[in-house]
Nanobody, 117 residues
Framework: QVQLVESGGGLVQAGGSLRLSCAAS????????MGWYRQAPGKQRELVAT???????SYADSVKGRFTISRDNAKNTVYLQMNSLRPEDTAVYVC???????????WGQGTQVTVSS
């Protein structure tokens, strides 16, 4: 059974930092491209960042230079370091795993990030 469990969300003031974690089980982590998405109230889910098996990262323009995605294959965990947070970063952040060999995709339940002005 595949599980993606996010943690690290919370309430922070603008300009602050948070580090999100996503622990994966039941999925071949090393074969998966991992990603973080977010969904704000009344808005569609949007891609925040992805990281490939080879540690190549990509980011949405809105978070470039502020967020950093990383992965630890030994711990089956992907991280999202978020700095210089803004109120517009407020959303539920959801972890994603995509197995590039079989095309299967999985989602976590999400963790709430709230940035106050």
């Amino acid at each position: 059974q595949v599980q993606l469990v996010e943690s690290g969300g919370g309430l922070v003031q603008a300009g602050g930092s948070l580090r999100l974690s996503c622990a994966a089980s039941g999925v071949i982590f090393s074969a998966s491209r991992m990603g973080w998405y977010r969904q704000a109230p009344g808005k569609q889910r949007e891609l925040v960042a992805t990281i490939t098996r080879g540690n190549s990262a990509s980011y949405a323009d809105s978070v470039k230079g502020r967020f950093t995605i990383s992965r630890d294959n030994a711990k089956n965990t992907v991280y999202l370091q978020m700095n210089s947070l803004r109120p517009e970063d407020t959303a539920v952040y959801v972890c994603n795993a995509y197995n590039i060999f079989v095309g299967s995709e999985y989602w976590g339940q999400g963790t709430q990030v709230t940035v106050s002005s």
